[in-house]
């Protein structure tokens, strides 16, 4: 788009996060997404499907499932692994589990049946408010974590270490917990939201924290993730704070699924780093993969989700159509597509739509019967209106055709 018609307040005093960065993404649908007890948990072959959207899209990893929770599991985890391998995939899997030796032996066992290692993506609560209702103390957590982040570096797999509600957690325990399992082999950590509390600038300062006072004094190539949950609806902008910080990675799951209401919505990540010139790949099939999901998790995406649901590029506003039809007979496919839209929906494999409602106006029912290529008359427009102007919503496609004449199968408008 022509950056001389838009003024970009978000970037007056530098962008958020420095253009030239590596920003990767963990999609976690598959596992943490399927936590939420609403959903379906897809066939395996829904799943690969799933897997292979995502690869379609540039995802970068991806949690194929806690092997450790049982047949089906162990199963459909070492199944996507197979076609992760098999497909010659880029997307490079990670196993989920506790920082307990069964659930770590769980993940090992997968890895030799498949003969490839995959990051073990091994988790323990650490918060004062977890530690009082398990009786833990930080010795003990420092332990657990020492054992287990050994045991499976030393089965040789590499180790993604993870605390839970790390954003709750006191500063001396979370530079005890990272510097014991980065001194016990890993290589990569993930800083955690897990009850969606942290605000954007409690995810800067985490991360920032995390990244000076103990990943520096390392001196040691340690990947930084965060891992959002989304209670108080600030889990985007929560992920892009922590990237600003300094986050190498971002965890986020299709619709936003998963535990209460949800994780970091991964349709939204894309879409706002692609538009952070963050990353630059094709998005076209973002629809799909949201669509795909929705459908083998027996999820409804609502009319008003941002980008991939039904309204996001809709309109019936007579004001809005307006601008939108004038920009469209300019020839200019960006320019239509952003006089009323933060979002190109071009750049998604999408388009505006205008409807024709209640609010339309006739510049809605030209334009409508424009795309059709139906010979506008002021009595057709003015047929089409008046009814429009009479119904409590937008018309469907056979109501207008009705009005046109093209169709007798529906007699009046309700």
Same mark, same amino acid.
């Given at each position: 788009?022509?950056?001389?018609?838009?003024?970009?307040?978000?970037?007056?005093?530098?962008?958020?996060?420095?253009? $030239?960065?590596?920003?990767?993404?963990?999609?976690?649908?598959?596992?943490?997404?399927?936590?939420?007890?609403?959903?379906?948990?897809?066939?395996?072959?829904?799943?690969?499907?799933?897997?292979?959207?995502?690869?379609? #899209? $540039?995802?970068?990893?991806?949690?194929?499932?806690?092997?450790?929770?049982?047949?089906?599991?162990?199963?459909?985890?070492?199944?996507?692994?197979?076609? /992760?391998? +098999?497909?010659?995939?880029?997307?490079?899997?990670? %196993?989920?589990?506790?920082?307990?030796?069964?659930?770590?032996?769980?993940?090992?066992?997968?890895?030799?049946?498949?003969?490839?290692?995959?990051?073990?993506?091994?988790?323990?609560?650490?918060?004062?408010?977890?530690?009082?209702?398990?009786?833990?103390?930080?010795?003990?957590?420092?332990?657990?974590?020492?054992?287990?982040?050994?045991?499976?570096?030393?089965?040789?797999?590499?180790?993604?270490? =993870?605390?839970?509600?790390?954003?709750?957690?006191?500063?001396?325990?979370?530079?005890?917990?990272?510097?014991? @399992?980065?001194?016990?082999?890993?290589?990569? /950590?993930?800083?955690?939201?897990?009850?969606?509390?942290?605000?954007?600038?409690?995810?800067?300062?985490?991360?920032?924290? !995390?990244? *000076?006072?103990?990943?520096?004094?390392?001196?040691?190539?340690?990947? =930084?993730?965060?891992?959002?949950?989304?209670?108080?609806?600030?889990?985007?902008?929560?992920?892009?704070?922590? #990237?600003?910080? +300094?986050?190498?990675? =971002?965890?986020?799951?299709?619709?936003?699924?998963?535990?209460?209401?949800?994780?970091?919505?991964?349709?939204?990540?894309? =879409?706002?780093?692609?538009? #952070?010139?963050?990353?630059?790949?094709?998005?076209?099939? %973002?629809?799909?993969?949201?669509?795909?999901?929705?459908?083998?998790?027996?999820? !409804?995406?609502?009319?008003?989700?941002?980008?991939?649901?039904?309204?996001?590029?809709?309109?019936?506003?007579?004001?809005?159509?307006? @601008?939108?039809?004038?920009?469209?007979?300019?020839?200019?496919?960006?320019?239509?597509?952003?006089?009323?839209?933060?979002?190109?929906?071009?750049?998604?494999?999408?388009?505006?739509? /205008? *409807?024709?409602?209640?609010?339309?106006?006739?510049?809605?029912?030209?334009?409508?019967?424009?795309?059709?290529?139906?010979?506008?008359?002021? *009595?057709?427009?003015?047929?089409?209106?008046?009814? @429009?102007?009479? @119904?409590?919503?937008?018309?469907?496609?056979? *109501? /207008?055709?009705?009005?046109?004449?093209?169709?007798?199968?529906?007699?009046?408008?309700?």
């Amino acid at each position: 788009m022509n950056h001389e018609l838009i003024y970009d307040w978000n970037a007056y005093s530098g962008p958020e996060v420095p253009a $030239g960065r590596r920003v990767m993404l963990n999609d976690e649908t598959l596992r943490d997404g399927l936590q939420n007890p609403s959903v379906r948990n897809p066939a395996i072959g829904e799943k690969i499907e799933i897997l292979h959207l995502m690869e379609d #899209l $540039g995802i970068d990893m991806v949690n194929i499932g806690l092997p450790a929770a049982g047949p089906r599991a162990f199963a459909d985890t070492e199944s996507l692994a197979r076609e /992760i391998v +098999g497909s010659r995939m880029k997307i490079r899997p990670n %196993l989920a589990g506790r920082t307990h030796k069964s659930d770590i032996q769980a993940m090992i066992d997968v890895c030799e049946r498949v003969g490839t290692a995959m990051e073990a993506a091994m988790f323990l609560g650490s918060s004062p408010i977890r530690r009082l209702v398990e009786d833990w103390t930080v010795e003990h957590l420092q332990r657990t974590t020492e054992e287990s982040v050994k045991f499976a570096v030393s089965e040789g797999l590499p180790v993604m270490y =993870v605390t839970e509600d790390t954003i709750r957690t006191d500063p001396p325990t979370v530079i005890a917990l990272y510097s014991t @399992a980065i001194r016990a082999g890993a290589r990569a /950590i993930v800083l955690c939201d897990t009850v969606g509390h942290a605000t954007p600038r409690g995810a800067y300062n985490l991360v920032k924290f !995390v990244i *000076e006072e103990v990943v520096k004094p390392f001196g040691e190539n340690i990947r =930084v993730d965060w891992h959002g949950h989304n209670d108080r609806g600030l889990a985007v902008a929560n992920s892009i704070a922590a #990237l600003a910080a +300094g986050a190498n990675q =971002v965890h986020a799951v299709a619709l936003a699924l998963g535990e209460r209401v949800g994780n970091t919505p991964m349709e939204m990540m894309l =879409v706002n780093l692609r538009l #952070l010139g963050l990353i630059d790949r094709d998005l076209s099939r %973002l629809k799909k993969y949201s669509e795909t999901v929705a459908r083998a998790t027996n999820t !409804v995406i609502p009319p008003n989700y941002p980008i991939v649901g039904r309204d996001a590029f809709r309109t019936q506003t007579g004001v809005h159509a307006a @601008a939108i039809a004038k920009a469209s007979k300019r020839d200019d496919h960006e320019l239509a597509n952003a006089i009323y839209s933060g979002v190109p929906a071009h750049l998604f494999g999408l388009e505006q739509i /205008i *409807e024709i409602g209640p609010m339309s106006g006739r510049s809605n029912v030209v334009y409508w019967l424009g795309k059709r290529d139906i010979a506008v008359t002021d *009595e057709l427009v003015d047929r089409i209106l008046a009814a @429009a102007k009479q @119904a409590s919503s937008v018309l469907t496609e056979t *109501e /207008i055709l009705a009005l046109v004449g093209l169709s007798t199968n529906t007699k009046h408008v309700s």
